[in-house]
């Protein structure tokens, strides 16, 4: 399994989303981080499933999305030769495109 390397933005974007779930539904902040640790394994483990769409549209080679199935949370990585690098994970609703730009 090749090693998971998070970007501090990346990071972040997942804080940002446990403190908006802390304040308007903080019974929901397990599920969210549980959701997000599973996710992330899967990415691990299987890099290849991710959607390349967003990297595609954008002109960003090697740019997959994988999709939260409770939450409305995108993880956006690049697989490399010896590693899987989280770039974001972003809400579905947000401006993608600008939060991607480098």
Request: a negative charge; aromatic letters at 8%.
């Amino acid at each position: 399994m090749k090693a998971l390397l998070i970007q501090r933005r990346a990071l972040r974007d997942m804080e940002q989303a446990c403190t908006y779930y802390e304040e308007h539904a903080p019974h929901m902040v397990p599920d969210l981080a549980l959701e997000l640790d599973a996710a992330l394994l899967h990415v691990q483990r299987n890099p290849g499933t991710g959607s390349p769409c967003w990297g595609v549209q954008l002109g960003l080679l090697g740019l997959r999305v994988w999709r939260l199935s409770q939450f409305p949370y995108v993880i956006f990585y690049f697989d490399h030769p010896h590693k899987i690098e989280v770039v974001r994970v972003l809400h579905q609703a947000s401006d993608i495109p600008t939060h991607l730009e480098p």
